[in-house]
T-cell receptor, first 111, second 115 residues
Framework: GQNIDQPTEMTATEGAIVQINCTYQ??????LFWYQQHAGEAPTFLSY????GLEEKGRFSSFLSRSKGYSYLLLKELQMKDSASYLC????????????FGSGTRLQVQP | DTEVTQTPKHLVMGMTNKKSLKCEQH?????MYWYKQKAKKPPELMFV???????INESVPSRFSPECPNSSLLNLHLHALQPEDSALYLC??????????????FGPGTRLTVL
């Protein structure tokens, strides 16, 4: 089975930096994904980590430590449009290609 | 074409009705997925099709019946649903070949209400 934990809610200020943490316990591991989901919309892919370290993509970066079962998503230069839920999802090793999602972190960006 | 489309956007049905949800992608993806998402909860996997064959059924009740007529289309047939089945039903697809990432692309979903 898989267990994925994220904070339920976070608040940050426009222009600031925010870090959203995700811890996971899985029977196998074949990659960790971060998705953004605005209210009432579909999730959209943000980042993927399968090896330890930092992946940077514009204002978004994601970090993975497999030994610690830990990842974070870093959002820089926050904009109001970044207010959304951020979902951490893990793919197990069985080759199923299926994702198990954490419960998501609702980020509110304030002026 | 880099999107997954779903129809209808909204659906209201009674417990005795039979209806179908449709999903389409033209990205050449060979894996397609159905997820169910309740309000303020994460998506939960229901079914996975790989190369048009059902590869995963997450113990979904038989009142939900998936169908993959071809590599671009995915249907979800609904019959005798319960009010607790009301949710957002998301379709996704992924390439299933080539690179390791194989990220899933999600459609906008069908918001289903069962009366």
């Amino acid at each position: 089975g898989q267990n994925i934990d994220q904070p339920t809610e976070m608040t940050a200020t426009e222009g600031a930096i925010v870090q959203i943490n995700c811890t996971y316990q899985t029977s196998g591991f074949n990659g960790l994904f971060w998705y953004q989901q605005h209210a009432g919309e579909a999730p959209t892919f943000l980042s993927y980590n399968v090896l330890d370290g930092l992946e940077e993509k514009g204002r978004f970066s994601s970090f993975l430590s497999r030994s610690k079962g830990y990842s974070y998503l870093l959002l820089k230069e926050l904009q109001m449009k970044d207010s959304a839920s951020y979902l951490c999802a893990v793919r197990d090793r069985t080759g199923r290609r299926a994702l198990t999602f954490g419960s998501g972190t609702r980020l509110q960006v304030q002026p | 074409d880099t999107e997954v489309t779903q129809t209808p956007k909204h659906l209201v049905m009674g417990m005795t009705n039979k209806k179908s949800l449709k999903c389409e992608q033209h990205m050449g993806h060979r894996a397609m997925y159905w997820y169910k998402q309740k309000a303020k909860k994460p998506p939960e996997l229901m079914f996975v099709y790989s190369y048009e064959k059902l590869s995963i059924n997450e113990s979904v009740p038989s009142r939900f019946s998936p169908e993959c007529p071809n590599s671009s289309l995915l249907n979800l047939h609904l019959h005798a649903l319960q009010p607790e089945d009301s949710a957002l039903y998301l379709c996704a697809s992924s390439q299933l070949s080539g690179g390791a990432v194989d990220e899933q692309f999600f459609g906008p979903g069908t918001r289903l209400t069962v009366l």
